[in-house]
């Protein structure tokens, strides 16, 4: 899976600062804007403010990574964060009349017997849907006996606060592997580009120093 950060708002720190900072002035926006404080000042009331939970001030920033060769079954899991935008490679418009790729799971690939068994379904697979589309039937209706494990490209858009609930939920030991992996590369490369809004985003195990997973907790340690 390749992830890379494409772009996001211009000024992500100025942005976020002149919306907090707009709740506790009596100066218009426009003029918190253009008079920007220092880094310390912005850092300290990003924290303070979303520390107290004061989230929605991350919603005037958006971040958007493009996404290669994830399975279908991982993006299935994606696109249920609702407070995101999506674009997606269509099985519709494109054709794997020749070859159409898919993830192996770590599991598969580490057992020899079941990696054959899936390499043998999977060119059958690929020769029914190479017949179907021999056959007239669209690619729109061929397409259904592709399996969850077919890759896709994905583009999607988030805003700062859904991202730091994606990650919360995604980076935890009990997301399954593939999105957690995902949220992993994600967080990683926000941590580096903006360590002030990310530096404590994650599992909460890691963040809050508790796992809401109760008994279906994985054990992992808790980090005060
Ligand atoms: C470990 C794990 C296991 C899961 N297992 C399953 C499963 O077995 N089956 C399954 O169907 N799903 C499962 N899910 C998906 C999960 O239920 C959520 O659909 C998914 O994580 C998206 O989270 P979200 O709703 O917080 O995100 P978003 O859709 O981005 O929403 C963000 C936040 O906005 C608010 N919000 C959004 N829409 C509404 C609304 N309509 N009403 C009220 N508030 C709203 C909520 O506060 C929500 O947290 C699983 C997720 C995880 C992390």
Redesign the pocket.
Known sequence: MDVRLLTHTEEVLRTVFTAARTCYSHNPPSSIWNNPSSRESINRLLNKVVGSGHFSVLEHVTFTFAINGISRSATHQLV?????SYSQQSQRFVRFREYFPYITPHTVKENARAQEALEKSMDEIQNLYKKLLDLGIPPEDARYVLPNATATNIVVTFNAR?LQ?FLR??C?N??QWEIRSLAEKMLAILQKEIPVLFDHSGAPCETEGRCPEGEMSCGRPKKN
Request: hydrophobic residues 35%; charged residues 35%.
């Open positions: 249920r964060h609702r407070i995101a859904s609930n939920l995604r935890c009990r997301a």
